[in-house]
């Protein structure tokens, strides 16, 4: 599904800090690095911070006062039990976490099992409803937007949206490919079409401003980033403040013409 990208996008910076989960859930970073990330959600009023379970408290603590909520990445890759994914989340909201993003079955997608796919996303989504009357929310994630087909990603969308889920987490990872990419950007606006808005997808692996307001501008409410500082710095050396200002997009950020050829 085609989404022309606007010439121009009219935000604040309160609209681009309220797009971003910072993303601090790397298996390797230290205390100190989620810290320093914690720090830079509090300075710019971030929508939501991305974390490994054990770093929720941590997370809480030194967010208390702000607008960021805490969001929990319980069963990274997809591949655990079902029982144990359910267990996690079910603690991670009893730790407080206002959002738990659960890394689905991608062997069992692949292998065409969908009953087990809904039956997971459906048994967590319960649980964590249950345990925080409605408060916390259930999202899903699947890596990079080629781990599933278009219509897997189709059927899997149907999953979320009978089952509740509040929003779908893609990886776009980018290349010097302009085709490739062109075709990965072409899948998500097809995801978010066949959404209708009933799950937000929140397009992970973003690097940039520009990146940011294009998929801003093409209807994409959320992104995920580990560059949070860099697009917010950027945002105020061009002039972004409190006050709503247009702000020019350079250039299309991929090739209609040659899409459908290569898909």
């Given at each position: 599904?085609?989404t022309?990208?606007?010439?121009?996008?009219?935000v604040?910076?309160?609209?681009?800090?309220?797009?971003?989960?910072h993303?601090?859930?790397h298996?390797?970073?230290?205390?100190?690095?989620?810290?320093?990330?914690?720090?830079?959600?509090?300075k710019y009023s971030i929508?939501?911070?991305?974390?490994?379970?054990?770093?929720?408290?941590?997370?809480?603590?030194?967010?208390?006062g702000?607008?960021?909520?805490?969001?929990?990445?319980?069963?990274?890759?997809?591949?655990?039990?079902?029982?144990?994914?359910?267990?996690e989340?079910?603690?991670?909201?009893?730790?407080?976490?206002?959002?738990?993003?659960?890394?689905?079955?991608l062997?069992?997608?692949?292998?065409?099992k969908?009953?087990?796919?809904?039956?997971?996303?459906?048994k967590?989504?319960?649980?964590?409803?249950?345990?925080?009357?409605?408060?916390?929310?259930?999202?899903?994630?699947?890596?990079?937007?080629e781990?599933?087909?278009?219509?897997?990603?189709?059927?899997?969308?149907?999953?979320?949206?009978?089952?509740?889920?509040k929003?779908?987490?893609?990886?776009?990872?980018?290349?010097?490919?302009?085709?490739?990419?062109?075709?990965?950007?072409?899948?998500?606006?097809?995801?978010?079409?066949?959404?209708?808005?009933?799950?937000?997808?929140?397009?992970?692996?973003?690097?940039?401003?520009?990146?940011?307001?294009?998929?801003?501008?093409?209807?994409?409410?959320?992104v995920?980033?580990?560059?949070?500082?860099?697009?917010?710095?950027?945002?105020?050396?061009?002039?972004?403040?409190?006050?709503?200002?247009?702000?020019?997009?350079?250039?299309?950020?991929?090739d209609?013409?040659?899409?459908?050829?290569?898909?």
């Amino acid at each position: 599904m085609t989404t022309p990208i606007p010439q121009v996008i009219s935000v604040n910076l309160q609209d681009i800090a309220q797009t971003i989960t910072h993303d601090l859930s790397h298996p390797t970073i230290s205390d100190e690095e989620v810290l320093a990330g914690l720090q830079i959600c509090r300075k710019y009023s971030i929508a939501a911070v991305i974390v490994k379970p054990y770093h929720i408290l941590y997370a809480l603590k030194h967010l208390e006062g702000t607008i960021t909520k805490v969001s929990a990445l319980v069963g990274p890759g997809g591949g655990g039990m079902s029982e144990v994914k359910v267990f996690e989340a079910q603690r991670a909201v009893e730790e407080g976490a206002h959002e738990v993003e659960m890394g689905v079955n991608l062997g069992r997608a692949k292998s065409g099992k969908w009953i087990f796919v809904a039956y997971e996303v459906n048994k967590l989504e319960r649980r964590v409803r249950e345990r925080t009357s409605g408060k916390a929310v259930v999202g899903v994630g699947v890596g990079d937007s080629e781990n599933l087909s278009t219509d897997e990603f189709i059927k899997l969308c149907d999953i979320c949206s009978e089952a509740g889920i509040k929003f779908l987490s893609v990886l776009r990872e980018r290349t010097s490919n302009a085709i490739a990419d062109s075709i990965k950007m072409e899948k998500l606006n097809s995801i978010k079409y066949h959404l209708k808005g009933l799950v937000t997808v929140k397009v992970d692996g973003v690097r940039t401003l520009d990146e940011l307001l294009k998929l801003k501008a093409t209807g994409f409410s959320r992104v995920g980033t580990r560059e949070t500082e860099n697009i917010m710095k950027k945002a105020i050396e061009k002039g972004i403040g409190k006050e709503r200002v247009e702000v020019k997009l350079d250039g299309v950020d991929y090739d209609h013409e040659n899409i459908r050829e290569k898909m």
